[in-house]
Each structure stands twice: as C-alpha cells, then as structure tokens.
C-alpha cells in the first residue's frame, strides 16, 4: 500500500500526478483551514499533510491531528502559520519549500518598481475609461528607473536576484542586512550597517526580509521620512514589514511618488484605503504564482514528504 496524504491546498497538475504516483493522496478543492485538515488527516489517516498560510498549525492545531501523521509541509517559504516549537515538542517532522520561488518573486519585483515609477495603474485606467484625449508634455509624467539608486532591505537570495535584474537598468545598488556579503555575492553593491543609514541614499526601496514580530513595522513613518522626497517604495516579501498608515499618510503628501505592493498586512481582505490612492500598483500576493515556481514549490514539498515517509531526514527542516 501507498502512503497516505492529504493535499489541504490546491496544487498544480503535474504535482497532483506526480502525487498519484508515489503516495495515496487526498486533495482538497480548495485551501483548507485548520480544522478540515484536521480531519482529513483523521479520515484519511494520513502520514503526510500539505498545506499553505491558509492552514494555521497552531499549538492547539498540532496537539489535535491524528496520530498516524508523520510529516507537515507546507508549500511555502515563509512558515509564520506554523508553531514550530510545538511540532518540535510533537515530533512532528515540519518542512517548507526554500530557493525555489526566487526567480518568480524576484520578477515579480521588478513589475511593482517598474509599474509604480511609470504609473502603470493610471494607465491602464485611462484606457480602461476609453482615452480619448491626448496629454501634454507635462502630464501624466512617471519616473525613469534606469540609472536610479536601489535599496534592497535584506541580501538573502531574492534580493540578489533582485539586483541582478536590476544591474540590467544600470540601477546604483544599495542595501542593508545582517552582515556584509563577501565580494562575490554583493557584486559591487554598496553596503550600509544599517537601515537609517541607507536611507538618505536610494531613490527606490524594496523590502526583502522576514517577517515575525521583530519586523513588524520595519518600515515605519520615521523611516519613510528618511527617504528622499518623491521616492518609491515596493514590497514583494511580507505584509508585516511595512505601517500601511504611514504609507498612506507618505503616497498623499508626496513624501513617496508612488509604491508597488504585492504583499499586506490583512490578506485577502486589505485595506480598501491602498485601492483608492492613484499612485499605487497592487498585486494580490502573486510573488511565486508561475507554472514554473508552483511546481517547484509543490514537487519541493514531496520531495520532503517522500524523504520522511520512506524514513530518511526531511530535506528542508524547520526543526533539528
């Protein structure tokens, strides 16, 4: 007999086969939250649970799931939605998908700095009104990104690829992390200790560093105040990063031309207070939504999920 799974997220159709293939998979028709999957694992007596964000593993979540469950991986870089801590104290073997949404997320990226320096939400509503009268040299002008200074808030693996793609628009690269890169990864990119310091120094900001509580409002008012007037700011990694009221209060006084998000601090239900600003391109958390990205990720989790269930360490622990 095959082992067990439940899929509590919908996933690619190459992943699904592949699925059917090695494991006696259970999949959902949409994302499950705690409770469904919960059950699933009990109906199905699972050995392998898949998940997203949208399935919160908490303490009380993990005390609750069948016996029979041996590993949970999430589909997924970022593992806020799971207690670590109590999987540890479970045994439960708990894994996510790193370096495989890199390129999409990068990409991704240079969209949001790209359509918020050239206006492309205005744009694109003038032409969804019909357009019908022509602008004037003065009118309606963005930003050129060639040539500008880029600051990268934290150098791990998509901030690099981010400044490759950048170097290709002749941008200036700045950044700030935990610790200066050796040469041959920061590929002459200027290196600030600190946040406050670079700063003074960029004309557009993009935030690439974790999440969690000791980032929550990384990017506050005192921070957006520090950029130069008329700067651009994009978030492409995690909502809590960034204080949407100072966003808003810096896109209405022209402290910030314009910014690009892509990531919130409430998803899906966001602040309706971004859609209304002219000078903001959204996403709906679209980071990693390539074919190519989604069956990394997707086949990524089996990986991890085949390792544990045929009794070998799983590939990307989130604990040891």
């Known amino acids: 007999m095959k082992p067990r799974i439940v899929a509590a997220c919908r996933v690619t159709g190459a992943v699904a086969e592949r699925a059917r293939a090695l494991f006696d998979p259970l999949f959902s028709d949409g994302d499950m939250n705690a409770e469904q999957a919960i059950a699933a694992v009990a109906d199905h007596e699972a050995e392998g649970l898949l998940f997203t964000s949208s399935t919160k593993l908490t303490a009380d979540a993990i005390g609750r799931l069948a016996p029979s469950l041996r590993i949970a991986a999430t589909v997924s870089v970022g593992f806020d939605h799971v207690d670590v801590a109590a999987a540890q104290k479970r045994g439960l073997a708990t894994t996510n998908t790193p370096d495989v949404l890199t390129n999409g997320t990068a990409d991704l990226t240079m969209l949001l700095i ?41 150098m791990g693996r998509i901030g690099r690829a981010v400044a490759q793609r950048a170097r290709a628009f002749d941008m200036e690269i700045h950044y700030s992390n935990r610790s200066r890169l050796p040469p041959e990864l920061e590929k002459g990119a200027i290196y600030h200790p600190t946040i406050d310091d670079m700063l003074p120094s960029v004309d557009v900001l993009t935030l690439h560093a974790p999440g969690g509580a000791a980032n929550d409002k990384l990017i506050n008012a005192a921070r957006i105040a ?18 949407e009221d100072a966003l808003i209060d810096a ?70």
């Open 114 to 154: 790209l359509a918020a320096c050239r206006r492309a939400a205005e744009y694109l509503a003038i032409m969804r009104d019909g357009w019908r009268r022509r602008y004037a040299q003065d009118e309606m002008l963005g930003i050129e990104v060639t040539g500008k200074r880029l600051g990268i808030v934290g």
């Open 226 to 243: 520090r950029l130069p007037r008329g700067a651009v700011l994009v978030n492409a990694s995690r909502g809590v990063l960034l204080d």
């Open 251 to 320: 896109l209405k006084s022209g402290q910030l031309a314009a910014a690009g998000l892509d990531v919130f601090r409430s998803e899906p239900d966001y602040d309706l207070r971004l859609r209304d600003l002219p000078n903001i391109f959204l996403t709906p958390h679209m980071g990693s939504a390539t074919l190519e990205t989604r069956n990394a990720m997707g086949n990524r989790a089996l990986d991890n999920v085949e390792a544990v269930l045929s009794g070998r360490p799983p590939i990307d622990p989130l604990w040891r």
